[in-house]
C-alpha cells in the first residue's frame, strides 16, 4: 500500500483489532485508524477491539467506544490489525479477522512473517503508529487522530530516547504537534506517571534484582505471591525493565512476573550488541532488536537459567570487545 484508502473501495464494513495486553503504540494505532476512518470515510461502519486498554490512554477520543470482546457472528467487508505480529498475538475478534472479505496486517516488528493477504510491515521504522501515519493523508490528521499517533510514537521510542528513533520519526512528531493537542501532558500522563503502589513495586523489584554474566546483565522478578500482596497485575508494571536496562554496565536487562504457577512473563530490553528478538523468538514470543518479550513455563530459576544462556551466547568475546 501507499495510502489506506487503496484498500477501502466498495469496503462498508471494517474491523480493527490489536495484540493481546495492548500498549500504547497498539492503542495509538489502533484508535487513531479508527478515528481516522469515522472522520474521513464516515459511510464506512467501522469497530474497534481492544483487550482492556489501561486507564491511561483515556486521553484518546471515543475510548469508551472499544469493544472489549467478540460479540455473535459478524463478517466484515475489510479487518486490519495494527501492531500485530503473528496470527495468534491477535487479542480478541480473531475470527472476524479470518472471515472477513479482505484482511491486512499494518506492523512494524521484524518477527512479522505476514499472516495477513495484505501485509504493510515496515521493520526498521520506530512503531506500527508510525507505519500507520505514512499511510494517511497528512492534512487530513486533525487533533484527535494526531494525538493517538502521538502517544504510540512515545511509548515504542521511549520518548524518543531508543535506537529506533529516527530523524524521519522526529520530523513526524513535529508535525503532530503542529495539530495543537498537549504533548508534554500526554508524555506525563501515559508515560512517565505512576501510582505510589506502583513506584513501592519498582522500588522493591530494583532492591531485590540480580546481576548475571559478569554484570553485563541485570534480571528483575516479581512472584504471583508479591503481586497479590501489593494488589498489582501485568498492567501496573510497566517501566521496570526500562529502569533496569538503565543500569551502568548493563548490556541486557530481563524482568519477569509469575501470571499463574510457575508461567512467566517476561520481558527483554538490549542496550548495545544483543539482539533479544531473536531471544524471545526463540522461545515463542516475538518484539524487536532492542525490546522483546515472551511467555515461558517452569520455576522462576529455570526460566532465568534458560534466557540467561540465549543472551549469553549473543554476548562479544572479550577479545572482540
Do not use: W
Amino acid at each position: 500500500m501507499n495510502k489506506i484508502a487503496e484498500i477501502l473501495d466498495g469496503v462498508e464494513t471494517m474491523g480493527i483489532a490489536g495484540h493481546i495486553r495492548p500498549d500504547g503504540d497498539c492503542v495509538g494505532s489502533c484508535m487513531a485508524l479508527y478515528l481516522y476512518i469515522k472522520k474521513c470515510f464516515p459511510e464506512i461502519k467501522v469497530d474497534v477491539y481492544l483487550d482492556n486498554p489501561k486507564p491511561v490512554f483515556q486521553h484518546i477520543e471515543c475510548m469508551d467506544e472499544i469493544k472489549t470482546e467478540a460479540c455473535g457472528e459478524k463478517d466484515y467487508d475489510l479487518f486490519v490489525t495494527c501492531d500485530v505480529s503473528a496470527r495468534d498475538r491477535m487479542a480478541i475478534a480473531g475470527e472476524y479477522f479470518d472471515r472477513a472479505k479482505l484482511n491486512v496486517c499494518i506492523d512494524h516488528h521484524v518477527s512479522n512473517l505476514g499472516f495477513a493477504q495484505i501485509n504493510h510491515v515496515k521493520g526498521d521504522v520506530s512503531s506500527a503508529c508510525e507505519v500507520l501515519y505514512n499511510l494517511l493523508e497528512p492534512e487530513m490528521v486533525d487533533r484527535t487522530v494526531a494525538a493517538a499517533v502521538y502517544t504510540g510514537m512515545i511509548h515504542d521510542t521511549g520518548v524518543f530516547q531508543y535506537s529506533s528513533t529516527s530523524p524521519e520519526t522526529m520530523r513526524i512528531a513535529g508535525e503532530l504537534m503542529k495539530t495543537g493537542f498537549n504533548f508534554s501532558k500526554i508524555i506525563d500522563e501515559s508515560f512517565y506517571q505512576k501510582t505510589y503502589i506502583q513506584n513501592q513495586v519498582m522500588g522493591r523489584v530494583l532492591a531485590e534484582s540480580i546481576m548475571l554474566l559478569d554484570g553485563k546483565c541485570i534480571v528483575g522478578y516479581l512472584k504471583k505471591r508479591d503481586m497479590d500482596f501489593y494488589g498489582v497485575d501485568g498492567k501496573d508494571l510497566d517501566g521496570i525493565v526500562s529502569q533496569l536496562r538503565l543500569t551502568a554496565g548493563v548490556e541486557v536487562a530481563m524482568f519477569l512476573y509469575e501470571v499463574e504457577t510457575q508461567t512467566f512473563k517476561v520481558s527483554l530490553r538490549s542496550n548495545g550488541p544483543v539482539d533479544v528478538s531473536k531471544i524471545a523468538v526463540y522461545f515463542g514470543g516475538g518484539g524487536h532488536m532492542r525490546a522483546a518479550g515472551c511467555d515461558l513455563q517452569g520455576s522462576m530459576y529455570d526460566v532465568i537459567n534458560n534466557i540467561s544462556a540465549e543472551i549469553e551466547k549473543q554476548m562479544p568475546k572479550e577479545q572482540d570487545a
